[in-house]
């Protein structure tokens, strides 16, 4: 028999064991061990049986068991004593309060409203599909230890990401459970009276989408999510929030909408609701969410009364933009006459000129809107999530700041960042927290024995897991129980364990590895240094060539003689990521340098004493230090794919056989890998802060939040004084700047005498400004090395001051020896700027 509707009961506690609810429904518990411990003594083994979720651990235990604890003096202690912790970590000042009275002319906002089309806080909430989702999660996580007020925004989906399975033959399998919101630990917002509040978003045909809104708290900070499958919508939009990243692009375009103005709508009811301070800053997280820019055009439009240019100048100043992508092919791009059907009658952002948006999301293709772009056009301040891709990022979308360096395009990075407490096995922590953080020494006050003896007992976890998720993979396919005895000897605890696991785009090459069969099997099954590689990753439903790498590598696992040595896991989630971190001994990364933007995988291997074997790409690039890991070298400049392939591949093999298996093979007389040792202990105390995300959150609050929460204060003042002025110069700017020109350029060397670095130099320049004050602009010598075709590089830029009508002067010291060239350039000038080249307009001598 099939049921014909779902629903969830949330178990009723004893009143004695109230607090219980309260500590299930906040996520803390996701990261805090305590919380965790205290749902374990309830019932270990429906705990285990669970995966560690305490809604499905209460609904479960049977009524007799929680009155006996009701009335068990000593576990109502530990349940106060829990709770009371988590109510003086939601109370107390931390960080973000503490940094507001150190603060002098910057301003800390009040509240920040953090977007993104996925989190992945824990798989207890499986609303995520990879990196980028838990890379979200992790900045709730550390912006609530850190007690920065953020609020997240994103859809919540009722088959949320697919589960993985695989078939006989080793072809990915999809399926995509039914979620039901209130077996979750999430609460709708809802009216004092108890009514749901919906959200409501015009949708083309006079029809209107509605979302209810969920609420999930993170510890300190809400995170809201909008669902559509409410009984109040036609079935098709019903439909817009039932996976994440599923669909046509006409899906897609709804669900955009939806996250970015329905997004917006949701956060200022929640505010009003409960007295939350509206948000001074939004942070969208990549493009998928951009369209909040335009909610936000249309509340200065319509409620305050601003043209478009006046309301595009607020707008920006209080927004953050942080792309993901590295390549053009991953940036999220409609057909026009697609945004033209949905925005063209004003219905959905009343008072917003269609033309207007258009142009905010336009890009060489005329037939194309560019997300991404958009969320360019309306954010001040925007970053990559590495030093190397935010190069990437500077490079990628410098067209839309012309004439402008690659390196002064207003681009800068973040790098992101994971977050500890959710990601470091206790054991590891417990080596931290025994730290003597009064002695001379940084390293952890644990002899290479104990240390040793650690990462030994996570590996054997992790080999158990291995075995268990081995067999019920068979089982899934097909298999027998009697022809699974192999599995009890999967994998060997006392082997070198390398990981790879992450999504499975062609960029981040799946199969580098199998690039040479024969090289990787002596490798795996070497007589005196073997190595066992634990391989998992989803490939997009869509995308059958990422399929076929799984299948391939499957392939190569189910071979009789290699299977207790390699193994493909299927459906990667957070809970088998746990493991992987925990236990691998190396982590392996080898995609096509620089296509990835970070890769934070390697960073929670780290954590935990992994050493990393990578390509340097991403975080890598600018992390490793040569103690702390191996760099796979890259062929530079091979344009042939096969060729780069080739080459990588062996230098990969090379280094696991000639420096990565003899290196934690040789051991001293206590059978302790003495130098892998200093590299595992080199690894968890300089990566070890780098890599956290509350590194990362304070990085984003001191350089992006403060910053756009001043000029956006600034912007709003006096009645948008600040906004309207800004407008009004963009507007004469305009006008003006096709006639301005620098007429020449004259630097003060005397006849006959050869200057030496650092002289100094006069240049004088004469501009004509088309009318506008010299206050308007910025008048700028550059000078700089010269090339064959008179190119400037490795440039020096000084100011120059007005000393006759039309005439301007500086001084400046040489920079180089050699062959030098100069030149001027004229940039706009405005207090609201936060650069000169925001507005992509330079005149050039």
């Known amino acids: 028999m099939r049921a014909v509707r779902r629903f969830t009961v949330r178990a009723g506690l004893p009143e004695p064991l109230a607090d219980l609810g309260m500590l299930a429904t906040n996520l803390r518990w996701t990261w805090h061990p305590p919380t965790q411990d205290l749902f374990a003594a309830v019932d270990q083994d429906i705990w285990e049986r669970v995966g560690g979720d305490p809604l499905h651990l209460l609904a479960q235990v049977p009524a007799d068991r929680l009155e006996r604890l009701a009335g068990d003096d000593a576990f109502l202690d530990h349940v106060r004593a829990v709770s009371d912790d988590l109510r003086r970590y939601l109370d107390e000042p931390r960080w973000y309060q503490h940094r507001a009275t150190e603060l002098n002319g910057t301003r800390l906002p009040g509240a920040i409203a953090y977007f993104s089309m996925e989190f992945g806080v824990t798989e207890a909430l499986p609303n995520y599909s990879g990196g980028l989702g838990v890379l979200a999660g992790d900045h709730l996580k550390a912006a609530s230890d850190l007690g920065v007020p953020l609020i997240g925004v994103g859809l919540l989906y009722r088959s949320g990401y697919f589960r993985q399975s695989l078939s006989l033959d080793g072809w990915q399998v999809e399926h995509y459970p039914v979620i039901d919101p209130n077996g979750l630990p999430l609460q709708p917002l809802a009216e004092p009276s108890g009514a749901p509040i919906l959200v409501h978003v015009a949708m083309p045909g006079g029809r209107v989408l509605r979302a209810r809104i969920w609420k999930a708290q993170v510890g300190r900070v809400p995170l809201l999510l909008l669902d559509s499958d409410i009984e109040e919508n036609s079935d098709d939009l019903r439909g817009v929030t039932d996976r994440l990243y599923g669909g046509d692009q006409d899906h897609r375009i709804r669900q955009e909408i939806l996250a970015g103005v329905g997004g917006v709508r949701a956060v200022r009811t929640f505010c009003e609701l409960t007295g939350t301070p509206q948000p001074e800053v939004f942070h969208t997280n990549e493009g998928h969410a951009g369209f909040l820019g335009l909610e936000r055009l249309r509340e200065l439009v319509s409620g305050q009364g601003l043209d478009f240019d006046q309301a595009l100048s607020a707008v920006r100043a209080g927004t953050v933009f942080t792309t993901h992508t ?52 309306l954010a001040q301040r925007a970053n990559g999530v590495s030093q190397l891709h935010g190069a990437v990022s500077r490079s990628m979308f410098g067209g839309l700041w012309p004439g402008f360096d690659t390196d002064e395009v207003p681009i800068s990075s973040v790098t992101n960042g994971v977050h500890g407490p959710t990601w470091a096995a206790r054991e590891i922590t417990a080596v931290h927290d025994r730290s003597d953080t009064d002695s001379d020494s940084d390293r952890p006050q644990v002899n290479d024995v104990d240390l040793w003896r650690i990462r030994c007992g996570l590996r054997e976890r992790l080999v158990g897991e291995v075995r268990r998720r081995v067999r019920a993979a068979w089982l899934q396919r097909g298999a027998s129980a009697l022809e699974l005895n192999w599995t009890d000897s999967v994998f060997d605890p006392d082997v070198l364990t390398v990981g790879f696991a992450r999504r499975v785009p062609t960029y981040k090459r799946l199969t580098l590895m199998l690039r040479d069969p024969e090289r990787l099997r002596a490798l795996l ?32 696992a189910d071979d009789p003689e290699m299977r207790h040595r390699i193994v493909f896991l299927p459906d990667y989630d ?114 070890g802060p780098q890599v956290q995300a509350s590194r990362m959150v304070r990085e984003y609050v001191e350089a992006h939040y403060a910053p756009a929460a001043t ?21 004469r700017l305009s006008g003006a700047w096709p006639h301005i020109r620098v007429t020449d350029c004259e630097v003060g060397l005397e006849d006959g005498q050869t200057p030496v670095i650092g002289d100094r130099v006069h240049v004088h320049v004469s501009v004509d400004l088309a009318g506008l004050d010299p206050s308007d602009v910025e008048v700028q010598a550059v000078v700089g090395r010269v090339g064959d075709t008179d190119s400037l590089s490795d440039v020096v830029t000084a100011s120059m001051r007005p000393v006759a009508d039309g005439r301007y002067s500086t001084e400046l010291a040489l920079p180089h020896a050699g062959a030098l060239g100069v030149t001027a350039r004229v940039l706009p000038k405005h207090g609201l700027l936060a650069t000169p080249a925001e507005l992509g307009k330079v005149v050039l001598a």
């Open 525 to 556: 099954l070497h007589a005196d240094r073997p190595v066992q590689l634990v391989v998992a990753g989803k490939s997009h439903p869509a995308d059958d060539g990422g399929k076929a790498l799984i299948q391939q590598i499957v392939r190569f």
């Open 711 to 731: 000029a956006g204060a600034l912007a709003q003042s006096d009645n948008f004084r600040v906004a309207r002025d800004l407008a009004e110069y963009r507007r």
């Open 574 to 687: 957070m809970s088998m990521a746990r493991y992987l971190y925990w236990g691998c001994d190396v982590w392996l990364n080898n995609p096509m340098r620089p296509l990835e933007a970070c890769g934070t995988s390697g960073m929670k291997a780290a954590l935990n004493g992994g050493l990393n074997l990578s390509i340097r790409d991403g975080w890598w690039d600018e992390f490793y230090d040569g103690s702390n890991g191996w760099a796979i070298p890259t062929a530079d400049g091979v344009n042939d794919p096969v060729r780069r392939d080739d080459l990588e591949a062996a230098a990969l093999y090379e280094l696991l056989g000639s420096q990565v298996a003899p290196l934690y093979y040789d051991r001293d007389q206590a059978g302790v890998p003495s130098r892998w040792m200093a590299m595992v202990r080199h690894t968890l105390l300089s990566l």
């Open 326 to 377: 590295p390549v053009p092919a991953g940036i999220d791009r409609f057909p026009v006459d697609l945004v033209q059907h949905y925005f063209g009658d004003e219905t959905l952002l009343p008072g917003i000129d269609l033309r207007r948006i258009l142009a905010l999301g336009a890009e060489e293709n005329a037939g194309m809107f560019n997300m991404a772009h958009m969320g360019l056009r």
